[in-house]
């Protein structure tokens, strides 16, 4: 498997096409992989044996709402992991909802963002959380 510096985890095809232009408009050399369940979630932390892949990876975006297996639960399974589990992890999703903003922080999520509604705001969200979780987060390491 090839290097890559962000998995992007997003049932939505219109919200995985704007947060992956927005990535790479921010640098277009961010290699993301981007995969649309919680299934594939698993089977891709199961088998991410090359640590390479590992090393490199600098981000997970994930969606609180997605198919078969829901966020809170794939985040648990990354922190279960000691492979993952000091990859910083920003929840990216439409959901307000208290219990669930909780839930995500309780699990250990880096950062829990509310998806804007408008074009603009979204560009400018995802610009500013890399250039916090790509530029300063790992710079400052």
Do not use: C
Request: glycine share 2%.
């Amino acid at each position: 498997m090839e290097a890559i510096d962000i998995l992007l985890v997003e049932d939505n095809s219109s919200d995985a096409e704007l947060s992956l232009r927005a990535i790479k408009k921010y640098d277009q050399d961010l290699a993301v992989l981007h995969l649309e369940d919680g299934e594939k979630v698993l089977d891709f932390i199961k088998n991410s044996k090359e640590q390479s892949v590992i090393n490199s990876l600098k981000l997970i975006i994930l969606d609180l709402k997605i198919p078969k297996i829901n966020g809170i639960e794939v985040l648990n399974h990354f922190k279960e992991s000691s492979r993952f589990k000091n990859i910083p992890i920003v929840m990216l999703t439409s959901s307000m909802e208290e219990k669930d903003i909780e839930a995500a922080f309780n699990k250990g999520v880096s950062s829990y963002l509310v998806k804007p509604m408008i074009y603009e705001e979204y560009i400018k969200m995802i610009h500013e959380m890399l250039q916090y979780w790509i530029d300063y987060y790992h710079n400052s390491k």
